[in-house]
């Protein structure tokens, strides 16, 4: 019975896994022959094709996080803890290339690697909540505190997103304000505001997909925690029964 | 190359690698279980329900999986 539904799972998780890497693959297709190339400011502007989906993601994942710490401190059980753990890892990553590829297109654009813009420091700071989550985790000590300190933090950082979405309107930025879902509609061509979508989906499902796997590694790490503390316990038994 | 055209080959670059980079450390931690499931199967696993408990564990690492 569980081997049928770790199969069953097992199919649709390479099955999500190869819808992911089609959808990923015309989404390349589309970013460099299909899309027209920017009158402004050329090649670089391809860049925002992988930036936005990557930030979305990002983003997407702090609100994940914070939706796991919540169901964790409210409901103590460790589904919601191995949720925010798989997402906190992703969103990681999401932010590290948020802040990479920006910097790459920031460089020949603004002229600039980096600048204290409001939007970019923002971003920064939640990559520092999430490198700060991963830090409590290590060294909070217990599983418990560590996932409820952990929680706090997570939710933290969800805070800091809708004030990085905000900050080009709070705030005299460098960073251009929306140009896709604005009042007059996208401010841009058809075929790029296309191809963005087709980027922001198959972004979207690979962390779907990203966050599946990790799941399931969460899920078995704890399983097998259990069954180590579990043969330690019965064999410090033995041993003691041996010893009487 | 054209510079413009360098950062927008190494912004995709350094994405992928790093894409890349997850994914085999998704895949190295996955191996990590499966040794950890193997090596508890082998020790002397005490009751019934523990070992179906391992054999649970074991479907779940399937490689089809992750």
Known sequence: MVQRRGSAMGRVSAGLGVVTAIVMAA???????????????????????????????????????????????????????????????????FTTLVLLTGSLWGRPIWGTWWTWDARLTTTLILWFIYLGYFMLRAYAGDADRAARYSAVLGIIGAIDVPIIYLSVDWWRTLHPGPVLFTSGGPAMPGSMFVTFMVSLLAFTLLYVWLMYQKYMIESVKDRV???????????????????? | MDRNLLYLF??????????????????????????????LESADVPTATQAGAVGETRAQTDPGQA
């Open chain 1, 225 to 244: 925690a259990e069954r180590q503390f579990q043969l330690a316990e019965r064999q410090a038994e033995i041993r003691e029964g041996m010893a009487l």
């Open chain 2, 10 to 39: 190494v912004a995709f670059f350094v994405s992928w690698l790093v894409m890349g980079g997850y994914l085999w450390s998704l895949s190295r931690q996955v191996q990590n279980l499966r040794d950890e499931v193997e090596a």
């Open chain 1, 27 to 93: 989404a390349l297709y589309m970013m460099f022959i299909y899309a027209p190339t920017d009158a402004v400011q050329g090649q670089p502007q391809r860049i925002f094709y992988i930036h936005v989906p990557i930030a979305t993601i990002a983003f997407l994942s702090s609100f994940v996080l914070a939706v796991g710490g919540i169901g964790y401190l409210v409901r103590r059980s460790q589904r919601w803890d191995r949720l925010a753990r798989a997402s906190a890892e992703i969103g990681l990553i």
